[in-house]
DNA sequence: TCAGCACATATTGTACACAATCATTGGCAA
DNA sequence: TTGCCAATGATTGTGTACAATATGTGCTGA
């Protein structure tokens, strides 16, 4: 095992998915400049590769590039919200109908883990932790589906769904409501597609309705109370 | 507006929109390998520029990136052509049901346009530009649809779909039924979201059953055939 | 005749250096 | 004091050179 004392140079791709990790945890947030040289001295690696991590990213809407000016945390509009959303509810209930009929002991096994270590971030106090599991709760469902192409849009709307999550969300009380992926969870053992697909439509309109979409139109004045304080 | 001979340098998003549009054309097939060099010249850029343009294009699905050996056209899989399929049939069935709702006059002539430009390059036997004004035609449909989210998963699934019928179309003779693309213009004109939807799905039937799915499992022997004649 | 191996070639992977462009800051004038 | 303009600093865009790696070729041996 000495083999591991010499760190494989990540690749763009490994790049990519630890800052598409970084986001779903909410450790960088809509906004934040991703600057080529900062990026590169963290992951110890040259501009060039993670010139390639962030085009991928920017594929996948998760950073917006502006020519030279860099490279910054998307911020999903109102508008792209409800897009994501709307996306989801396309995709996600078919994909859980199918998930139901498809499932094996052993999925079931691994959604059961995986709620398990969602209800034990949350009560380590590890929200990030525990919003990043309960994404990756839904892009397993889509895997059991197995249906790849499909799964990475879901992966996308997932990532897409953290940013929003992040600027639009309401409490600051996490609680994600892991009571419906318990739900879910028992509607795939019994390999009920109907009953799977029903609870994932509610689950998103629950989800959906816990934003706060309402135009501001007066975030700017936020400055001024940050001041007053 | 002298300054239009000032080529302006093509951006990697350029580049990667006009190799997409020469897949949908068919002028570059699956398998071809694209090679940065010679792309690169093609389009007198540097290599740099060539790989942004690959990286978008092997995140769409298109181009498969090999280590240390370059890009080449991707090549669906019978599975993945499935997969393709699915996810239109779980996409732009619904996609159409809201264009017809939302289509302005504007929109309807902007598609009847389209399907002329289809007939007419059908008439002079420019097959693959037929083919590319078809594909472009579900976009359109999108786009009216106003779902930006929606509009960029079917832009990558019609692109892949150009995959699918190089690889795996039936008949030489192109004949894509464009009294399918009149009807839904008719249903979206009249404003029927049912009627645009069933006849969006009927489609995507149609054009699967085009398809030439079995498991060919000697696809090797053409070689000799090749050689024989 | 064929299997195995070393070498040559071509292509990609990466680092570096310079040019281009934008944001900020400071100064200047009204 | 305010608006405008120029200079500066920093960051990205791009071309070039070198290193790493895979493929194909030719040789050697049995």
Redesign the pocket.
């Known amino acids: 095992m000495l083999s591991h004392v010499i760190a494989d140079?990540p690749?763009?791709e490994r790049i990519a998915a630890r800052l598409t990790d970084a986001v779903h945890e909410h450790r960088i947030v809509p906004g934040m400049k991703l600057?080529?040289?900062e990026v590169g001295e963290a992951f110890g690696?040259?501009?060039?590769?993670v010139?390639q991590a962030l085009r991928i990213l920017a594929q996948e809407g998760l950073v917006t590039?502006e020519?030279?000016?860099?490279?910054f945390v998307a911020q999903p509009s109102i508008r792209e919200a409800r897009e994501v959303f709307e996306a989801r509810a396309l995709l996600e209930p078919a994909t859980a109908h199918a998930a139901a009929q498809r499932a094996r002991p052993a999925d079931i096994d691994a959604l059961a883990a995986h709620i398990a270590a969602e209800h034990a971030a949350l009560a380590n106090g590890e929200a990030g932790r525990a919003l990043n599991l309960s994404g990756q709760f839904h892009i397993e469902i889509a895997r059991i589906a197995d249906q790849g192409t499909i799964e990475s849009f879901i992966r996308q709307l997932i990532s897409r769904s953290s940013l929003v999550i992040a600027v639009y969300w309401r409490r600051r009380s996490a609680l994600c409501e892991s009571h419906a992926h318990h739900a879910l969870l028992d509607a795939l053992r019994s390999g009920d597609g109907d009953e799977a697909s029903d609870l994932m439509k509610g689950h998103l309109v629950d989800l959906l309705s816990q934003l706060d979409l309402r135009d501001h139109t007066a975030p700017q004045p936020s400055l001024r109370e940050a001041l007053a304080e």
Do not use: S
């Not at 690696?45 to 590769?49: D, F, K, N, Q, T």
């Open positions: 140079p690749t763009a600057a080529e040289d690696v040259g501009r060039a590769i010139r590039l020519r030279n000016r860099g490279a």
